[in-house]
């Protein structure tokens, strides 16, 4: 058992890998941008979370409020081989379902001559809940592998001394030693939930007709809570097994109760944990307007987030899984930085006021933000996004619009784990608007995520001695509909 390590409970690092944007931020916040994807560039409302600088153009002095509400699943499947299963050719399948039914932001704007002023609420990171109701790889394989290798120990120290070797020739125990998976289960469910909250607060000022900046920042809010539990039950036959060694031979009794304990049970372990922390976003941003063209910059500057444990329930017997809770314990801090992300764009009006195009890059330097036991110096790079969107007025009634992302995170096999793993993906959106009068507009929009299958093996699986591979992959649908107000 002593190979259980911190790995047996990672649980609480299931994180909700955004569902548009980098490893830890939302960036699909308003339906605008789930029809065209590249809003970089906007100077309508949502430019308050995409391109604050540029609400200096906005077309209506006053006020503009937005409220969007989006539905989003995923699907997160691990794939594993590995030597214990006892299935044909030692594979199964985990699946892991992510839902996030209710995302709402919430957007206000006031402008006036020069000056605009603005806010945004919404989930700008994590965005929903995970569970992985039959376990996870990592923990079958780990006491699997822990199991195994206790018992051949056993074994092994029986036929090496010359006053226990007889009792190997003992049917009963020939048939025992070492465990395999067929004389036990593993029940075992994960369930992870994690949202975090921002609240955006700025000001935009148009320095020139062609020229705009703005200053604020976000207050973000972390709020998860992870639930999990192991329990590995003896099969009948192997209890009455154990019962019967025990008697016919006293000297066993001890090391024979360390694996079935007198609930019956070779393992317990229980986990209640809730997490919070707050940090604070500076944000700055730049606009630059000439000729049908724009020219858009926003920079996020990196968020120190440390988050602390409320653990209400933290159980594990026997005392070899006690490490394993260790990261869980109450009281506990853990960093969870949100990285530092610059935000470009070009967009250009190819027939004003009807048709409009944009291209965007996206940069997060999530090397340089803190994880849990510093992973993310596990990453090859930060993240790199590449956007594309063009919109068509129609008329003045009816737009419609579509748009494309590319994402590439730098991965690794280090950085991937069970609990916490990415792929490197594209998203296509479309959708339309409605401007049901001059002062109210309705936006729906629909996009999906198509991932790349991430591939991992390793000699030494998670620490197991033994070799196993993974193939994670990974589904996203997002459907959404919003209204925006001016008055």
């Known amino acids: 058992m002593k190979r259980i390590t911190t790995l047996l409970l990672a649980v609480a690092a299931v994180s909700m890998t955004s569902f548009a944007g980098g490893l830890l931020h939302n960036t699909n916040q308003h339906i605008a941008f789930m029809r065209m994807m590249a809003r970089g560039a906007s100077h309508e409302i949502d430019a308050v979370y995409t391109n604050p ?74 965005g929903g809940k995970c569970s992985f109701d039959s376990g996870l790889p990592v923990f079958d394989a780990s006491i699997m592998a822990g199991i195994y290798a206790q018992t051949a120990g056993l074994k092994k120290t029986l036929a090496e001394n010359p006053a ?69 039950l003896p099969k009948p036959e192997l209890s009455s097994a154990v019962q019967q060694i025990a008697i016919a031979y006293p000297p066993l009794a001890p090391t024979l109760s360390s694996l079935v304990n007198q609930n019956g049970e070779m393992a317990n372990i229980d986990l209640n944990c809730s997490q919070t922390g707050w940090g604070i976003t500076p944000i700055v941003g730049l606009d630059f307007v000439w000729k049908g063209f724009t020219l ?8 120190n987030l440390s988050i602390e444990n409320d653990t209400k329930t933290a159980i594990a017997e026997p005392a070899a899984f006690e490490t394993a809770l260790a990261d869980y314990k109450h009281g506990v801090n853990t960093p969870n930085d949100l990285p530092a992300v610059l935000y470009t764009a070009l967009g250009y009006e190819f027939i004003p006021n009807k048709l409009r195009a944009t291209v965007e890059y996206h940069y997060y330097d999530d090397k340089h933000a803190e994880m849990a036991h510093d992973k993310q110096k596990a990453l090859k790079h930060g993240t790199h996004e590449v956007l594309a969107g063009v919109e068509w007025d129609i008329n003045k009634m009816f737009t419609v619009s579509g748009g494309f992302q590319n994402t590439d995170y730098g991965l690794s096999d280090a950085y991937q784990t069970h609990t916490s793993f990415s792929c490197d993906s594209y ?58 107000f001016k008055f």
């Open 427 to 484: 998203s296509v959106g479309f959708g339309g608007a409605v401007n049901v009068t001059e002062k109210i507009k309705v936006n729906v929009g629909y996009f999906w995520t198509t991932y790349k299958d991430y591939n991992r093996s390793e000699e030494n699986y998670f620490n197991t001695t033994l070799p196993g591979k993974d193939t994670y992959s990974r589904t996203n649908k997002v459907f959404g509909a919003g209204i925006d």
């Open 164 to 232: 226990t070797a007889a009792i190997l020739a003992d049917p009963r125990v020939a048939g025992l030693l070492p465990l395999t998976a067929d004389k036990y289960d593993i029940n075992s469910s994960m369930k992870g939930r994690q949202y975090i909250y921002g609240l955006q607060l700025g000001a935009t000022y148009k320095i020139l007709d062609w020229m705009s900046a703005y200053v604020g920042g976000r207050m973000n809010y972390f709020d998860g809570n992870y639930t999990g539990f192991v329990k590995v």
């Open 296 to 303: 858009a910059a926003k920079y996020e500057f990196k968020t």
């Open 53 to 126: 600088a540029g609400l200096a153009y906005m077309d209506h002095d006053g006020w503009t409020l937005s409220l969007n509400i989006q539905s989003a699943t995923q699907s997160r499947d691990a794939l594993t081989t590995f030597a214990l299963f006892p299935e044909p050719d030692h594979t199964r399948l985990y699946k892991g379902k992510a839902s996030a039914p209710v995302i709402p932001s919430l957007y206000g704007a006031y402008k006036k001559d020069r000056w605009t002023f603005s806010g945004f609420f919404g989930f700008t990171g994590g």
